[in-house]
């Protein structure tokens, strides 16, 4: 089937991913449907038509997936609901006649992977096998972009990462490669990816690598867990969000997202951006 020949409809567009990749649509001539939560959000692009659909919107997910070839399939906001709106939203899709879904997922999705909300991607992505629909999977490891964020006021990174590595990639990257994947969906069925940045860092990498990127002194201190759940009760965040963020740094700890591919370089052509490059660039 021609790219031309192709319907596409991208979710989570409102979003830094889903942005980035309905962008790369848009760039590349190619007519999308942007299904949004919030319609009022979604970004003004040519030739995308904006149509509402939140997940657990069943009829308005069949009416905008209906005569879709090619969907992308952004995880919903973090919720103790996600895996049920996600599978509202297979099921609509699947209904609706969507030839292809390709899922963002998250490296090492697991029912008994450390980091909880992996578990979560697991989940749907046992849905969408059961479903009948075709599929892609692209499991990304942490986000190079957001390693910035996990520095204190201070100066200092916490967690209870350990000398744990995790294998930290671009958003530009992995909206690239997704890219790729749906606009050659008919050679990636069935195909899941884990995709990575080029080597894997600890927190005391990162704090040095970002130091070294900004001219400010950027140290690690690794916390014990309980330190963690501590530091970050004042936040008023529920447990399952509190489990959320802790379990990030103790699925570093326990060597789960270490893993270096060459997904990205295979999918793009072009070797993944180190976590340097990628700050310089924010």
Do not use: K
């Not at 005569?67 to 399939?73: E, F, H, N, S």
């Not at 980091?115 to 892609?136: K, M, N, P, V």
């Amino acid at each position: 089937m021609a790219t031309t020949d192709v319907t596409y409809a991208v979710t989570g567009s409102s979003g830094r991913l889903g942005g980035r990749i309905a962008r790369r649509l848009a760039d590349a001539g190619i007519p999308q449907t942007l299904l949004a939560r919030t319609p009022e959000r979604a970004p003004d692009l040519p030739g995308a038509t904006v149509v509402p659909g939140a997940y657990g919107d069943h009829d308005a997910v069949v009416r905008g997936l209906r005569g879709i070839d090619r969907v992308l399939m952004v995880s919903a906001s973090e919720s103790p609901d996600r895996v049920e709106q996600h599978r509202a939203f297979i099921d609509a899709a699947a209904e609706a006649g969507v030839g292809h879904l390709v899922y963002i997922s998250f490296y090492g999705a697991a029912p008994e992977a450390t980091f909880t909300l992996a578990r979560d991607h697991w989940h749907t992505e046992q849905h969408i096998r059961s479903s009948g629909l075709r599929y892609t999977f692209l499991r990304d490891n942490l986000y190079a972009d957001f390693m910035p964020a996990l520095v204190g006021e201070d100066g200092v990174i916490r967690g209870p990462a350990g000398a744990g590595r995790a294998a930290v990639v671009a958003q530009d990257d992995i909206a690239e490669a997704v890219t790729a994947v749906l606009t050659h969906a008919d050679e990636h069925v069935g195909a899941d990816y884990d995709l990575t940045g080029p080597q894997a860092l600890s927190l005391a990498d990162v704090a040095a690598v970002l130091s070294e990127v900004t001219g400010r002194t950027i140290t690690y201190h690794p916390e014990t867990v309980e330190e963690a759940y501590r530091s970050r009760a004042s936040y008023g965040a529920p447990d399952w969000q509190l489990d959320a963020w802790v379990s990030t740094y103790t699925a570093m700890a326990a060597g789960e997202l270490e893993g270096v591919t060459d997904a990205i370089h295979r999918l793009t052509g072009h070797p993944a951006t180190s976590l340097a490059d990628t700050v310089r660039a924010l």
